[in-house]
């Protein structure tokens, strides 16, 4: 009995590639861009997901010059900095991030309405 060599199965893995690879749909950086409605007519726009090495006050700053609409950078403990900006201005935003390069087109997420 000894003489017999016997070779025991490893465990296979089927996604051990996948989980070694860190290029994959969940690992996208997404930049959300979303409307809330305040009172009436009134909607704040939200941008969140930027890369933090970007100085917000710039980006906010452009922006502001750009739409001709106020905002501000608030402090999120769960998202970060989120830059607000007055009216609906998702689509304006959008066409901004893309034109200045700080976001490819694919990476945008709009949401609402």
Known sequence: MSDLDVQIPNAFDPFADANAED???GSKEY???RIQQRNGRKSLTTVQGLKKEFSYNKILKDLKKEFC???TVVQDPELGQVIQLQGD???NVST???QAGIVKKDNIKIHGF
């Open 23 to 25: 290029s994959g749909a």
């Open 31 to 33: 930049v959300h861009i």
């Open 69 to 71: 609409c106020n905002g």
């Open 89 to 91: 201005q998702r689509k």
């Open 96 to 98: 901004f991030l893309v």
